[in-house]
């Protein structure tokens, strides 16, 4: 079945420093890439659309200089954390859209320290 | 963002039980998604309905597309302690250039 990797799984940054977050589509090709955040104890909430050779959309109140998306190839999707803050400490996910249903990553749990 | 309100938050039932848990919306969606998540994992998908009043199973699940299309039920039979996890249903308002809509999570306890 379809499968998106996701790495790093875990990743514990210094405040001030960035991160990269990486996500492969495996055996298919992710034209669009979605971000998610999951805060302790609660939903994914969606952070910003990634579409292969095209600007990022992100959704209202996430910063776009803050969290940068690339999605140069229709296989790679990044997300990199920048100047992170212990605020940003979170469980982040992407996710592709597939027939019968979306696809995720293992997941990137972030403490920022 | 927009979230669908999901119900119960949490549920403590013993091994054999079935378990039922909802969410609606507001709004109109035109895919239902359930999803369960272990701690540290990303969601994996249970069941996919695209169709208002479609009921769908999946062995001891089963879900429903609500003939409103505000709403769907999860239910799972004859619980097993591996059944133990967070359960997120999602909705789609578009097509695959949205991003999915998700609810609060019922997180199922199991006791033996």
């Known amino acids: 079945g379809a499968v998106v990797s996701q790495h790093p799984s875990r990743v514990i940054c210094k405040s001030g420093t960035s991160v990269k977050i990486e996500c492969r589509s495996l055996?298919?090709?992710?034209?669009?890439m979605f971000w998610y955040r999951q805060f302790p104890k609660q939903s994914l909430m969606l952070m910003a659309t990634s579409n292969e050779g095209s600007k990022a959309t992100y959704e209202q109140g996430v910063e776009k200089d803050k969290f940068l998306i690339n999605h140069a190839s229709l296989t790679l999707s990044t997300l990199t954390v920048t100047s992170a803050h212990p605020e940003d400490s979170s469980f982040y996910i992407c996710s592709a859209p597939r027939v019968g249903g979306y696809t995720f990553g293992s997941g990137t749990r972030l403490t920022v320290v | 963002g927009q979230q669908l309100n999901q119900s119960p938050q949490s549920m403590f039932i013993q091994e054999g039980e079935d378990v039922s848990m909802n969410c609606t919306s507001s709004?109109?969606?035109?895919?239902w998604l359930w999803y369960k998540q272990d701690p540290g994992e990303g969601p994996v998908l249970l069941i996919a309905l695209y169709k208002a009043g479609e009921l769908t199973s999946n062995g001891r699940l089963t879900a429903q597309f609500g003939i409103t299309r505000k709403d769907s039920f999860l239910n799972i039979s004859a619980s097993i302690p591996s059944d133990v996890g967070i359960y997120f249903c999602?909705?789609?308002?578009?097509?695959?250039?949205?991003?999915?809509?998700f609810g609060k999570g019922t997180h199922l306890i199991i006791q033996p």
């Open positions: 055996d298919f090709q992710a034209t669009t």
């Open positions: 709004s109109i969606f035109n895919t």
């Open positions: 999602a909705g789609l308002m578009g097509g695959g250039a949205d991003g999915l809509t």
